[in-house]
Nanobody, 123 residues
């Protein structure tokens, strides 16, 4: 497949963990990948990004103490580990492939987007 495909979302209670997976797509193995999220009525916001080889990553300040991003180049899969989830983390989480080998928080850097996976955190 070419487009990223997310999985791993679900309904959890506050304080629990989830790991989201993103099959990056057969043409994205040398591209940076990013995670964004969008809550109802809100703008899509940056969560994390990781470079083509996993050597560089960045996490949004709002979640940096709880979330981490990693990449398995053999499986061509990107992961978002989310710990100590809070109700305000409830959103649709999107994976996206960047145009270059390194990327950041600017949505315009990303050219291919997945359909998203729902994460709901109950209090």
């Amino acid at each position: 497949q070419v487009m990223p495909v997310e999985s791993g979302g679900g309904l959890v209670q506050a304080g629990e963990s989830l790991r989201l997976s993103c099959a990056a797509g057969r043409t994205s193995s040398n591209n940076a990948m990013g995670w964004f999220r969008q809550a109802p009525g809100e703008e899509r916001e940056f969560v994390a990004a990781i470079s083509w080889n996993g050597g560089t990553s960045s996490i949004a300040d709002s979640v940096k103490d709880r979330f981490s991003v990693s990449r398995d180049r053999v499986k061509n899969t990107v992961y978002l580990q989310m710990n100590n989830l809070k109700p305000e983390d409830t959103a649709v989480y999107y994976c996206a492939a960047a145009r270059g080998a390194v990327s950041g928080s600017d949505r315009s850097q990303y050219m291919r987007w997945g359909q998203g996976t729902q994460v709901t955190v109950s209090s």
